[in-house]
């Protein structure tokens, strides 16, 4: 689970100038629940008060890096890849709110250069991520918080598959 | 943050700091009974950035580029001994560092 809260500040046109974002993740079931909980709660307003529904398709590829280091700072292993990825989602947007409610798919495969648990230098890690997430923004304040959730616990629809084949 | 905004077009740019906080991995070690250990990783922080071309075709077709970039790191992990029928094996995940760059194409539909 992430959230992000944001910052923007405007000129006399009303065009926001500066934007700066903290994006804090965790995992904690207790922050889950009470994050899920109120991320239904304020979908349910936001739909209520939408003055502009999106439907959205998108495509999407990840190029993903990823490498373990020893306390010396000498390189472990690497996991380098390309996932190419779907989404759908519907974004409803009203003066003071925007709601953006997503299910993405991701599947491929990422080289991995390192060496593994049965000893062999290099393999293949196939991933599967599939989620669900919602992000809602309220637009009217200089101090805007911003959450994007997982809610595996309620729904069951995030799975994440990392398998070494 | 607005770089660029007509009728039609708008491109912005966002940049966002992460830090991670509670942050744990939990590793499959069943092949050699010793179950699934989940151990807490030191938090750190990470950086993240955004740009976003949008532009209308009409008044309810649209068309959207993006790329995002996001990196992080953890710190290793606390060092744990599991232990099976046979043996104790103590287990700890090292440190790390993650690089995301996603790029796509959405095409939207405004009721």
Same mark, same amino acid.
Request: proline content about 2%.
């Given at each position: 689970m992430q959230i992000q809260v944001i910052y923007r500040r405007y000129n006399c046109y009303n065009q926001p100038i500066t934007?700066?974002?903290?994006?804090?993740?965790?995992?904690h079931p207790f922050f889950r629940r009470f994050f899920s909980f109120l991320l239904f709660y304020l979908s349910s307003y936001s739909i209520c008060i939408a003055a502009s529904t999106e439907a959205i398709i998108s495509t999407k590829y990840l190029l993903i890096e990823h490498a373990n280091y020893n306390i010396y700072g000498d390189r472990l292993n690497k996991e380098q890849g390309r996932i190419p990825g779907l989404q759908l989602a519907v +974004?409803?947007? +009203?003066?003071?709110?925007?709601?953006?409610a997503?299910?993405?798919?991701?599947?491929?495969n990422v080289p991995y250069d390192g060496k593994a648990t049965n000893g062999d230098f290099s393999?293949?890690?196939s991933i599967k991520l599939n989620r669900f997430s919602y992000r809602l923004m309220k637009s009217d304040l200089i101090v805007t918080p911003n959450f994007t959730a997982l809610l595996p616990l309620v729904t069951g629809i995030e799975?994440?598959?990392?398998?070494?084949i | 943050m607005g770089l660029f905004s007509s009728q039609r077009t708008v491109i912005r740019a966002d940049i966002g700091l992460t830090r991670s906080i509670f942050s744990k991995v939990q590793i499959d070690l069943r092949?050699?009974?010793?179950?699934?250990?989940?151990?807490?990783l030191k938090d750190n922080f990470g950086a993240s950035g955004k740009l976003v071309l949008r532009h209308m075709?009409?008044?309810?077709?649209?068309l959207t580029l993006f790329l995002n970039a996001s990196y992080w790191e953890f710190g290793?992990?606390?060092k744990r001994s599991i232990q099976n029928n046979i043996e104790t094996v103590p287990v700890q995940e090292p440190m790390s560092q993650t690089t995301i760059v996603e790029f796509g194409a959405t095409y939207f539909y405004k009721f």
């Open positions: 934007i700066k974002t903290l994006k804090l993740m965790y995992t +974004s409803s947007t +009203s003066k003071r709110l925007e709601g953006i997503s299910v993405d798919i991701y599947s491929g393999s293949t890690t799975i994440f598959n990392h398998k070494a | 092949d050699h009974n010793l179950g699934k250990p989940v151990l807490l075709l009409n008044k309810t077709h649209g290793k992990s606390d």
